[in-house]
């Protein structure tokens, strides 16, 4: 069973930063992160393969940062000067291979996510 589990979440106002997290038991191909917010479908934000290639969303270039901890076995996501509209659940997925993107229907493991709210 891969258990993946999120921390870090918080509230920030608009133009701060913050920085979530997810611990993972060991290192899979694709890793990545998506986010929900209330009456909007899950949307993904930025992923990182094995060998270190990020893609990110149109919404957060330039803003967000996508990286791993290897030796914590910790993914990351460092988030700044952020929006209101960036408030959502933030959750980590991860997959063993194939081809990495940022549909969610890509992925089988997922953690229970973290909240992330932004304040005008």
């Known amino acids: 069973q891969v258990q993946l589990v999120e921390s870090g979440g918080g509230s920030v106002q608009a133009g701060g930063s913050l920085n979530v997290s997810c611990r993972y038991p060991?290192?899979?191909?694709?890793m990545t992160w998506f986010r929900q917010a209330p009456g909007k479908e899950r949307e993904g934000v930025a992923f990182?393969?094995?060998?270190?290639?990020?893609v990110y969303s149109d919404s957060v270039k330039g803003r967000f940062t996508i990286s791993k901890d290897v030796p914590k076995n910790t993914l990351h996501l460092q988030m700044n000067s952020l929006k209101p509209e960036d408030t959502a659940m933030y959750y980590c997925a991860a997959d063993y291979g194939g081809v990495c993107t940022l549909r969610e229907d890509s992925y089988r493991y997922w953690g229970q996510g973290t909240q992330v709210t932004v304040s005008s």
């Open positions: 060991y290192n899979m191909y694709c």
């Open positions: 990182i393969t094995n060998n270190g290639r990020t």
